[in-house]
């Protein structure tokens, strides 16, 4: 009995530490891979002129590593380059310059920009739910309720949706929002 308790616990600390270390490697491998791909495209943008998909491409590793200036410069380029892309195209590349520049608390630009993809792809849940975003922190709580209730005709089972219905209708009007963003382009 005495010698199988340390043994059990050194077993749960390996176990453990393996895990960990697991994690760990994973998310060095995801930031590694994100960095590569950033220098890659950043090298191919100041030797050539890009299409839309590759401006695109380069501004998501832009947003994923928080350099939203960068991003929002290279999504309006993105944005001049669209030939005769589908309205898909143009929803995707506006939706992501809104939610750059709701990261940097340009609300109000942010929902013209959302507006403009849901011009171009009218059932579009993760604009619905980044317009209903952005109305709430402009104080508009009215109106995001209705758009996360036009998310939730889209799409019944949208959590976010749900989740913001909820704590926008239990919320005093007056109340400032959180500031944390829920949605994502």
């Keep these: ?13 390996v176990v453990l530490l393996v895990i960990v270390a697991v994690l760990v490697g994973r998310q060095l491998l995801r930031v590694r891979n994100d960095e590569m791909k950033l220098i890659k495209l950043e090298k191919q ?27 929002t410069s290279t999504l309006r380029k993105a ?16 939706n992501a310059l809104g939610f750059a520049l709701a990261a940097q608390d ?5 929902v013209g920009h959302y507006r403009t993809a849901l011009k171009a792809k009218s059932d579009y849940p993760v604009a619905l739910n980044n317009l209903a975003f952005a109305k709430t922190r402009l104080l508009q709580n009215e109106e995001a309720i209705k758009i996360y209730q036009e998310v939730l005709d889209i799409d019944p089972q949208n959590k976010t949706a749900i989740k913001q219905i909820k704590r926008l209708e239990s919320k005093p009007k007056n109340q400032l929002p959180e500031t944390s963003n829920n949605g994502g382009f």
């Excluded at 009995?1 to 600390?13: A, F, H, R, S």
């Excluded at 050539?48 to 832009?62: C, F, G, N, R, T």
């Design 1 to 13: 009995m005495d010698i199988i308790q340390p043994q059990t616990y050194l077993i749960g600390l």
């Design 45 to 71: 943008d100041a030797s050539s002129s890009k299409d839309a998909a590759e401006l695109y491409e380069l501004a998501s590793v832009q947003l994923r590593k928080r350099l939203y200036p960068q991003a």
């Design 79 to 94: 944005l001049r380059q669209l030939n005769e892309e589908p309205d898909e195209a143009k929803a995707l590349i506006e």
């Design 106 to 110: 340009n609300f109000e630009a942010a």
